[in-house]
């Protein structure tokens, strides 16, 4: 049995950080692993790479028994698009749809294009679709599944995604491609799923699980030793939240001679539970933290529910500082703040001193609380999926208008990326032609803003 797996390609409208955030097809490489562990030939396309193939010239020459596409929330279009084609290449083709969105959102593909959705992907879940494929079963409700054939209604129990190591060879061709803002080729590594922490405005253990489940570190520090790439993005809510674990990890990498530069999401709590680990992890190749400050002042992080106040943000990056390894700070933008507030936040940046700062506007998803709080001041539908992609401005401003809001949003961002600060730790960490290649990402997503300022309303 063959099957062709697809990552569709972004499209020139999206607010998207793909230009400078653009990591492997992980859900695609670990489905892979499971389909070849069943013995099945696995052809993976990778659009987001390849943007100007055409999904029917490798219909055409690899013939596939079934198609697989995976899905953020920004590619629902995109998907239906490519299920389209498959069935007018072969109605008898089976499509199969999973990624986050077909967890968060199952219904957005409950199309007759689509025969099956995964809201969780299994061992025994993609066993029983391949024996269902192969004509040999047909089990009436499969876990985690949506089939078309049943009217994609499921009343089962779901179940989170298990754990499973990504089959990279599937992505080799893309690999060299791969970056993570001016680390280039940098691999995605999860080593651990669910979060302690229940942030208001955060969907991660909506979709992981509020249970933190820790994958063996020997199995992780495996996988990294067989990684050609020199730099690891580790994808965890909170990589650096356990102590001991960490230093089995440092043990490892040490023991086998593992040398490759690491950047990873860690909570300023973590980090200031074990400030005597920081050494240890920056001189086993620890280069940077993205650390979620969020706000700048207590009244604002007690709303989101976060563990940390504003003195815990400031010794949590003194901490990371004191260590050489670089801050990566990520801020939400509030729809109440004012142009003071705007304002109170580059103050802020110029105290902290973070080596770079993102930041996203407020984004009340439908499975976090925050939806029914703002769902009277929303600028989109909840199936307007592509909007929700923590780019956009979601709900209207109440201290200014929609086009005042999005002009404070540009500055913020040219203040932000021009910040000598930034630029010269930039400068520094990377090669150049990686540093050109970042301002041109930022560049295409001031482009984007500025039209959000003059059309949207
Ligand atoms: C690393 C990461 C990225 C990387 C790489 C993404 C990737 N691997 O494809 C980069 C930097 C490129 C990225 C980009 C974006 N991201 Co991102 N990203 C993540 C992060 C931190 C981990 C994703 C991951 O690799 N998980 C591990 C893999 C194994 O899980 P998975 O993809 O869900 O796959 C599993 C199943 O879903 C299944 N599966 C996946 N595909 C398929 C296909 C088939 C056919 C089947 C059967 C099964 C299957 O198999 C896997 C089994 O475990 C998540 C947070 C999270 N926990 O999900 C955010 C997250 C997914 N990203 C998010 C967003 C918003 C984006 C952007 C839209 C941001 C933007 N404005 O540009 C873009 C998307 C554009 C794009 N298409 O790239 C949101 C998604 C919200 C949503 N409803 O879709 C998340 C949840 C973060 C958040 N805000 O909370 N992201």
């Known amino acids: 049995?063959?099957?062709?797996?697809?990552?569709?390609?972004?499209?020139?409208?999206?607010?998207?950080?793909?230009?400078?955030?653009?990591?492997?097809?992980?859900g695609l490489e670990c489905f892979?692993?499971?389909?070849?562990?069943?013995?099945?030939?696995?052809?993976?396309?990778?659009?987001?790479?390849?943007?100007?193939?055409?999904?029917?010239?490798?219909?055409?020459?690899?013939?596939?028994?079934?198609?697989?596409?995976?899905?953020?929330?920004?590619?629902?279009?995109n998907v239906k698009e490519i299920a389209k084609a498959v069935k007018l290449y072969s109605l008898a083709t089976p499509v199969l749809v999973g990624g986050v969105q077909a967890s968060c959102f199952p219904n957005a593909f409950f199309v007759p294009e689509v025969d099956y959705v995964f809201k969780s992907t299994t061992r025994q879940n993609v066993k029983e679709v391949l024996d269902e494929l192969k004509g040999g079963s047909n089990i009436e409700q499969i876990e985690g599944i949506y089939k078309k054939s049943l009217d994609y209604i499921n009343e089962g129990e779901f179940c989170y995604n298990e754990y499973v190591v990504p089959d990279r060879s599937s992505t080799e061709k893309y690999r060299k491609s791969y970056k993570y803002v001016g680390y280039q080729p940098c691999a995605i590594v999860q080593t651990s799923y669910g979060c302690r922490n229940r942030c208001t405005f955060c969907i991660r253990?909506?979709?992981?699980?509020?249970?933190?489940?820790?994958?063996?570190?020997?199995?992780?520090?495996?996988?990294?030793?067989?990684?050609?790439?020199?730099?690891?993005?580790?994808?965890?809510?909170?990589?650096?939240?356990?102590?001991?674990?960490?230093?089995?990890?440092?043990?490892?990498?040490?023991?086998?001679?593992v040398r490759k530069e690491f950047i990873c999401y860690g909570s300023v709590n973590s980090i200031l539970e074990k400030p005597e680990l920081m050494s240890r992890l920056r001189s086993n190749g620890l280069v940077a933290v993205i650390v979620g400050y969020e706000a700048f002042e207590d009244k604002q992080l007690s709303i989101y529910n976060k563990a940390s106040t504003i003195d815990d943000n400031e010794k949590a990056?003194?901490?990371?500082?004191?260590?050489?390894?670089?801050?990566?700070?990520?801020?939400?933008?509030?729809?109440?703040?004012?142009?003071?507030?705007?304002?109170?936040?580059?103050?802020?940046?110029?105290?902290?001193?973070?080596?770079?700062?993102?930041?996203?506007?407020?984004?009340?998803?439908?499975?976090?609380?925050?939806?029914?709080?703002?769902?009277?001041?929303l600028l989109y539908d909840a199936d307007d999926y592509d909007k929700w992609n923590f780019g956009d401005v979601l709900i209207r401003p109440s201290k200014?208008?929609?086009?005042?809001?999005?002009?404070?949003?540009?500055?913020?961002?040219?203040?932000i990326n021009g910040n000598l600060y930034s630029v010269k730790y930039t400068l520094k960490a990377f090669p150049i032609a990686n540093t050109l290649k970042m301002i041109t990402g930022f560049n295409t997503l001031f482009a984007i803003y500025i039209k959000n300022m003059l059309t949207r309303r």
């Open 317 to 377: 990056t003194k901490v990371l500082k004191a260590n050489g390894i670089a801050c990566w700070g990520s801020f939400i933008l509030h729809p109440d703040w004012t142009k003071k507030d705007f304002k109170k936040l580059l103050d802020y940046l110029d105290f902290l001193k973070p080596e770079l700062a993102t930041f996203s506007p407020l984004v009340p998803h439908p499975m976090t609380p925050l939806y029914e709080t703002y769902k009277d001041r």
């Open 1 to 26: 049995m063959k099957i062709l797996l697809v990552r569709p390609w972004v499209n020139k409208n999206i607010t998207t950080v793909k230009n400078y955030l653009f990591g492997e097809p992980m």
């Open 400 to 415: 200014m208008s929609l086009k005042a809001y999005y002009w404070e949003v540009l500055k913020l961002s040219l203040k």
């Open 32 to 77: 892979s692993a499971l389909l070849k562990e069943n013995g099945v030939e696995v052809l993976l396309v990778d659009f987001m790479v390849e943007t100007k193939a055409a999904i029917e010239t490798y219909l055409e020459s690899f013939r596939p028994d079934a198609v697989g596409i995976t899905s953020q929330c920004t590619d629902v279009e």
């Open 205 to 257: 253990w909506k979709i992981e699980g509020g249970e933190l489940r820790e994958v063996p570190i020997e199995e992780i520090v495996d996988q990294i030793a067989a990684l050609s790439e020199p730099y690891v993005m580790i994808c965890d809510n909170d990589f650096l939240i356990n102590a001991s674990r960490l230093l089995s990890f440092c043990d490892l990498l040490e023991a086998k001679g």
